[in-house]
């Protein structure tokens, strides 16, 4: 499957995040409607997905993990498939990487850039260090390979600084699932966890 294919068939799963006070991105992570987002999207008690085919959706907050901004939101009748997980080991430096998502609350946007760092660890938080453009209402978008399997979320930049994007590793993101006993996919090669 091409790039391009790779992108249209997983696009769907990528839903914006509105919050009383702002946007932001997630992306569906279950059969079941869990939705993986970052926890500083959730701003007030009020929070609503929008689907590709422009369906605004109420959604519930299951959990959140504010050390590692994390948060799992849910709604039983998503439809659309969830994205997998990629290998961590499969995870390198120079790497291709893509971000997908909503930035500024736009509709749908791909950047690409590399990984810079595979273990940036800041206020001990594990994070895959990038230069693919990331900016306000891209954070809890996915992170993904050329597989289009998910190797981080994107989480944060450095203010003032140029190509310092930053997104959630994935021993985070499994543990996070593990602790609220969500079924993610994990690639099939899968070789470590």
């Known amino acids: 499957m091409s790039l391009e294919?790779?992108?249209?068939?997983?696009?769907?799963?990528?839903?914006?995040?509105q919050s009383n006070d702002g946007n932001g991105t997630g992306f569906i992570v279950s059969k079941q409607g869990h939705i993986l987002t970052c926890a500083h999207v959730?701003?007030?008690?009020?929070?609503?997905?929008i689907t590709e085919h422009g369906d605004r959706r109420s959604v519930?907050?299951?959990?959140?993990?504010?050390?590692?901004?994390?948060?799992?939101?849910?709604?039983?009748?998503?439809i659309d498939p969830p994205l997998t997980f990629a290998d961590p080991a499969t995870i390198a430096?120079?790497?291709?990487?893509?971000?997908l998502g909503h930035p500024l609350g736009l509709d749908?946007?791909?950047?690409?850039?590399?990984i810079s760092?595979?273990?940036?660890?800041?206020?001990g938080v594990s994070l895959l260090q990038t230069d693919?453009?990331?900016?306000?209402?891209?954070?809890?978008?996915?992170?993904?390979?050329?597989?289009?399997?998910v190797i981080g979320v994107a989480s944060q930049t450095l203010e003032g600084g140029?190509?310092?994007?930053?997104g959630i590793a994935l021993q985070h993101i499994f543990a996070f699932a593990a602790q609220m006993r969500i079924p993610i996919n994990k690639a099939q090669r899968f070789k470590s966890l």
């Open 5 to 17: 294919d790779t992108i249209q068939s997983i696009k769907v799963s990528i839903l914006k995040v």
């Open 93 to 99: 430096e120079g790497q291709t990487v893509y971000a």
């Open 42 to 49: 959730l701003v007030g008690d009020r929070f609503q997905v």
């Open 60 to 78: 519930e907050v299951l959990g959140k993990d504010e050390t590692c901004d994390l948060a799992i939101l849910y709604d039983k009748s998503l």
């Open 117 to 123: 760092n595979r273990q940036r660890v800041r206020s």
């Open 162 to 166: 140029q190509g310092l994007g930053f």
């Open 132 to 149: 693919v453009s990331l900016n306000p209402g891209n954070s809890g978008g996915p992170l993904v390979n050329d597989q289009g399997e």
């Open 108 to 114: 749908f946007t791909l950047s690409r850039g590399i």
